[in-house]
């Protein structure tokens, strides 16, 4: 078995890959949830860094690469 990181950053980079998957509107809301879920974990293991730090530089963007991809399969859908 594979051992996986638990490092925010190789998190982030997993969930980048899996936003690149999506194909469907049920894969978007999926992802949704792991981005919350995982935007809940680093809210309660760095309560004092996550304003400043972890919402802006990691939750924030992935927010806005799947709110990129909805957009992209929501237009392919319509054509």
Known sequence: MENRSRHYGDIKLWVEK????C????????????ISNFDKQLEKTSVSEYW?????????????L?????????????K
């Open 18 to 21: 899996v936003i690149d998957s």
């Open 23 to 34: 194909e469907t509107i049920e894969h978007i809301k999926i992802t949704k949830k792991l």
């Open 52 to 64: 400043r730090e972890n919402y802006y530089t990691i939750i924030s963007p992935l927010n806005f």
């Open 66 to 78: 799947l709110s990129n991809k909805e957009d992209e399969i929501f237009n392919k859908q319509l």
